[in-house]
């Protein structure tokens, strides 16, 4: 260490006017304050030893360059530096090694360059001294005060200020000096330090540093707040776990456990022996590590802990063993239901399967039929006979389609849709599940639930089921499918396309009474308080009942009618008026009252102008009478009976077939010249549309035309050509079924549907009725008029 006392006089005057120049990086050195340096390039050290050799003055200019650690020579360029600098002298130095020495030096006084000098290893240059300008000393006062009040201000915000510098600065009376001490010991750039430095102007050097120091105040101000406000927050979080801390130690003192660790060890736990697969299992313990970061009163923890009880609660491998009994699984069908022998072969077949090929993909089934047929019962009978959990759920009305996918968490109340519910209720993962009334699903602006059931619905795609609420797939190709519809008109063609139909048609009026007799009757009885000896029916009663009081494909009316018959009973037995009934055909009378429905073809005459014809609605098949009559006229031809487009043509084909065949059918050319003809289908405030009734119609104005009655319980069903021939129709079997309760014993049917007799059940219907299959029209007035 060098530390000799400087023998010079220190004053501007003194100062020669060359001097070594030592440049600085992003920092400027005051006069009269002191600086400490570390001075490590070759050029610096020989301009230090040369300094110390003789007066130790040198000169201290700031680079204009901001990289301190750069060794570029053209950082120590004339060019490149400030033209105010400082010149100083060094009081103390110090050499660690060759390469670095440390010096303490103190500013003298501000000088400017003239011209910068070569010639040496290092800069030099020539300068001279700025002489300080003093304005007002009432301003220089004010200003002086002003700045000192908020430098104190400055000192209390900022630790790293020594608390006395306050009252050092305050000891200094120049205001020239006390701008420069100032201005050395707050934090600025040093492009601002050195417009101080350059200012020869008390006044307006004072200005500047206030500047300066109102602008380093409010940044210290504002991180105080900042400061204060986080301490504030991190004291309030501390006074918290402290106490939290505190009350699980009293807990623990007292025996007593934490409820919400509880509750989270209880998840895991759950995770861990349900066996989740891999990609549920990572969404489960993910949600568990949120919810045991969270506090139990806040919101977002209600979400979570639903969400684990659903995905911990899912059967995702629970599985109910399949009854692969087959003889007992048929019994157990037989049971339950009468006929419906198509569907319960399906179900056998299936039960095959599986027998053979255990891993086999459960089929996707829809019952379609008309209403009362049976099929949601025949349903409860599949699972019960596979052994399986039985779920049900109505689609009737739903048009959102998170009824099926469910909501995302995202949404307040967010569940999962019906599918997954469902499974969660059957607790298995392969129960017999039902969705009723498929064909009545609609849509809005919600979305479209039909589509959202076409994954659900398609074992390709189903193993892999996404709830948008449990966001992780679920494997559905396990469950066995089963929809029901009344029409399948209304389903989209390609959900209709992922499904194996299986059409209920309705019931034979045999097939009614064995029902009711074995089914109906014994569970209205039973829901009456009923026993066997205190009500039965005669089998007259039930085919009374049948015929009279219902017309429908299936079975809920005939079920109310019994129904209403148990209650009369009921009343009677309770105001002990009788014991017992035996309920036969008269007594129907006094407990349903008249009959409502007779028998058209029983009560109708055969008038010429007068066919059968045979009808599909939704409830079933028809009877349709169709009535042709002609009056003076000039070729008109009127149709009534609120018909459709398809069967007024129906009728123009056959008006158009007759007039160009009338020779051959002997029927008088002018006769359509003066008659205008007529043809009225009855029950008008019913509408009527299809092709099925041109064979009725043509036949219908030929029997009018000729003079010649059809036979009374003849009917015919087909579509017409205008060349005569007799193409096929659908729903023949229905149309069979309502012939033979109406009666009928002839039937004209198109020989490409005589395929369609194999669907009828029984045997007995097409030994009671004769058929006739044509191809021409021709034939079928042969048939009907003989001619």
């Known amino acids: 260490m060098t530390e000799q006392p400087v023998s010079i006089d220190l004053s501007p005057e003194n100062i020669p006017e060359t001097l070594p120049i030592l440049p600085l990086h992003d920092i400027v050195l005051f006069p009269k304050m002191v600086l400490p340096l570390v001075v490590m390039e070759d050029q610096s050290i020989r301009l ?54 440390q010096l303490m030096v103190q500013g003298i006084s501000r000088i400017r360059v003239k011209e910068f000098l070569s010639g040496k290893p290092y800069l030099q240059a020539k300068s001279f001294p700025l002489a300080e300008k003093r304005g007002d000393s009432k301003e220089s006062k004010a200003l002086t005060a002003n700045l000192l009040d908020l430098y104190n201000r400055i000192v209390k915000l900022s630790p790293g200020l020594p608390s006395d510098i306050g009252n050092m600065a305050k000891s200094i009376e120049d205001p020239g000096i006390l701008a420069d001490m100032i201005t050395s010991t707050i934090n600025s750039e040093t492009k601002e330090k050195q417009k101080i430095l350059e200012i020869q102007d008390i006044n307006a050097r004072l200005k500047e540093v206030t500047r300066l120091v109102n602008y380093q105040l409010e940044i210290l101000e504002l991180g105080s707040k900042i400061q204060t406000q986080v301490k504030g927050d991190m004291d309030k979080k501390q006074r918290e776990y402290f106490l939290r801390q505190q009350m699980k130690a009293i807990k623990e003192e007292l025996g007593e456990t934490d409820e919400t660790s509880v509750e989270v060890e209880e998840y895991r736990t759950k995770i861990e022996e349900k066996n989740l697969p891999e990609e549920a299992r990572k969404e489960a313990e993910r949600e568990l590590n949120r919810l045991s970061r969270m506090h139990p009163s806040s919101s977002e923890y209600t979400v979570a802990s639903t969400y684990l009880d659903w995905i911990t609660s899912m059967p995702w491998n629970e599985s109910t063993e399949d009854n692969l009994d087959i003889s007992k699984a048929r019994k157990v069908l037989d049971e339950d239901h009468f006929g419906l022998e198509k569907a ?20 996707i089934l829809c019952f379609a039929g008309p209403p009362g047929t049976g099929k949601t019962s025949l ?34 109340g967010a569940l999962p849709g019906r599918i997954i519910q469902g499974i969660r209720r059957s607790e298995a993962n392969n129960p017999v599940f039902m969705l009723d009334e498929i064909d009545k699903v609609g849509n809005d602006f919600r979305g479209d639930p039909s589509s959202a059931l076409l994954e659900v619905l398609d074992p390709e795609q189903n193993f892999s089921f996404a709830d948008h609420y449990l966001d992780v797939p679920f494997d559905l190709s396990k469950v066995m499918f089963i929809t029901t519809a009344n029409i399948l008109d209304t389903i989209p063609p390609a959900l209709r396309d992922r499904m194996e139909v299986l059409r209920l048609h309705g019931y034979t009026q045999d097939e009614k009474i064995n029902i009711a007799n074995r089914y109906l009757i014994p569970r209205q009885r039973k829901e ?21 009081y219902t017309r429908e494909a299936g079975l809920r009316n005939l079920e109310r009618e019994i129904a209403a018959i148990c209650r009369g009973v009921a009343s009677r037995i309770a105001e002990n008026k009788i014991k017992a009934s035996s309920i036969k055909v008269d007594d129907i009378h006094s407990f349903l009252g008249p009959p409502r429905f007779s028998s058209e073809t029983r009560d109708r005459k055969t008038t010429p102008g007068v066919a059968m014809g045979l009808a599909w609605t939704e409830a079933g098949g028809e009877i349709l009478f169709i009535e042709a009559t002609a009056m003076k006229g000039r070729k008109g031809l009127t149709l009534t009976g609120q018909l459709g ?32 003809l007529h043809i009225h289908v009855p029950a008008g405030a019913i509408p009527k549309d299809g092709p099925s009734a041109g064979v009725t119609m043509l036949t219908a104005l030929v029997s009018l035309l000729r003079g010649k ?21 659908g729903g023949v079997k229905e149309k ?23 669907d009828i059940p029984q045997k007995k219907i097409l030994k009671s009725i004769k058929f006739h299959f044509v191809e021409q029209m021709r034939d079928v007035l042969k048939i009907a008029l003989k001619i």
Request: hydrophobic share 40%; aromatic share 6%.
């Open 48 to 101: 230090i030893d040369q300094a110390m050799a003789k007066d130790r003055l040198i000169g201290l200019f700031s680079s204009k360059s901001h990289d301190a650690d750069t060794k570029d020579s053209s950082s120590y360029s004339p060019e490149n530096l400030y033209s105010v600098g400082t010149s100083a002298v060094i009081l103390k130095m110090a050499k660690a090694d060759e390469n670095k020495a």
């Open 344 to 363: 319960k072969n399906r179900i056998i077949e299936y039960l095959a399967v599986r027998k053979l090929k255990p891993d086999s993909k459960g089929p």
């Open 379 to 412: 349903g409860h009978s599949i699972a019960r006979a596979l052994g399986r959990k039985f779920i049900r759920i109505a689609l009737g009305g739903i048009r959102d389609e998170a009824e099926v996918r469910g909501h995302r968490r995202t949404y307040i």
């Open 528 to 548: 009456h308080g009923l026993t066997a000896k205190q009500i039965s029916f005669t089998k007259g009663a039930v085919k009374k009942i049948i015929s009279d």
């Open 645 to 676: 487009d398809v069967m007024k043509e129906s009728a123009t084909t056959a008006l158009s077939f007759i007039r160009s065949n009338a020779e051959s059918l002997g029927i008088p050319e002018d006769f359509f010249e003066d008659h205008d």
């Open 709 to 729: 009655s059809i036979p009374k319980r003849l009917a015919m069903t087909g579509e017409i050509t205008l060349r005569g021939r007799v193409l096929p129709v």
């Open 736 to 758: 069979i079924l309502a012939a033979h309760r109406a009666g009928i014993t002839t039937l004209i049917l198109p020989q490409w549907n005589k395929k369609d007799l194999e």
